[in-house]
T-cell receptor, first 114, second 115 residues
Framework: KNQVEQSPQSLIILEGKNCTLQ??????????LRWYKQDTGRGPVSLTI?????NTKSNGRYTATLDADTKQSSLHITASQLSDSASYIC?????????????FGAGTRLTVKP | DAGITQSPRYKITETGRQVTLMCHQTWSHSYMFWYRQDLGHGLRLIYY???????DKGEVPDGYVVSRSKTENFPLTLESATRSQTSVYFC??????????????FGPGTRLTVT
């Protein structure tokens, strides 16, 4: 069973609207949580990274929240643009011998329409 | 340009053939990784390397071989390709951030089709 679950699988919104993507995880113990944006045909690019002590982090129109108690995170996109069309991937790192151990969600495919 | 590159970007091969995917980074990052990405799945780690001549298995290593003779290169070889290895392959390298966490930087990917 995947330790990182994302919802919805896909989402279509109109340009200018806001949206929120969800991530639930079971990785424990927890080190940090990242959100990546992956454009079609490209590799993932980091948007935000949060440790267990942080509950919100912004990057322009992207705001990530984290509730380490309920093991949930969300990515809120404000005033969406056509260029926001991409897959958004939630990635959770555990605390282990390998600090690079990351668990990837399957992603949410966002389409922004004019 | 500095960064992480992969070649080829697209590859079609036949079942049973050997194929090597190349990865090159110019940052001198110690850690490098190979992932595969399939529809409906998150990226899955195939192999990683902590430094030159140090490699270790990830979640799905069967059917793959890696080497790392130089810090900047991390080739992935499919010794005898199977249709189940049709996928998009991503290479990444990793840098340590202030605070102790790591950030991974991904290449553009190689789309491999095994017929």
């Amino acid at each position: 069973k995947n330790q990182v679950e994302q919802s919805p699988q896909s989402l279509i919104i109109l340009e200018g609207k806001n949206c929120t993507l969800q991530c639930n995880y079971t990785v424990s113990p927890f080190s940090n949580l990242r959100w990546y944006k992956q454009d079609t045909g490209r590799g993932p690019v980091s948007l935000t990274i949060m440790t267990f002590s942080e509950n919100t982090k912004s990057n322009g129109r992207y705001t990530a929240t984290l509730d380490a108690d309920t093991k949930q995170s969300s990515l809120h996109i404000t005033a969406s643009q056509l260029s926001d069309s991409a897959s958004y991937i939630c990635v959770v790192s555990g605390i282990g011998v390998n600090n690079n151990d990351m668990r990837f969600g399957a992603g949410t495919r966002l389409t922004v329409k004019p | 340009d500095a960064g992480i590159t992969q070649s080829p970007r697209y590859k079609i091969t036949e079942t049973g053939r050997q194929v090597t995917l190349m990865c090159h980074q110019t940052w001198s990052h110690s850690y490098m990784f190979w992932y595969r990405q399939d529809l409906g799945h998150g990226l899955r780690l195939i192999y990683y390397s902590a430094a030159a001549d140090i490699t270790d298995k990830g979640e799905v290593p069967d059917g793959y071989v890696v080497s790392r003779s130089k810090t900047e290169n991390f080739p992935l070889t499919l010794e005898s390709a199977t249709r189940s290895q049709t996928s998009v392959y991503f290479c990444a390298s990793s840098a340590r951030l202030a605070g102790g966490s790591y950030e991974q930087y991904f290449g553009p990917g190689t789309r491999l089709t095994v017929t």
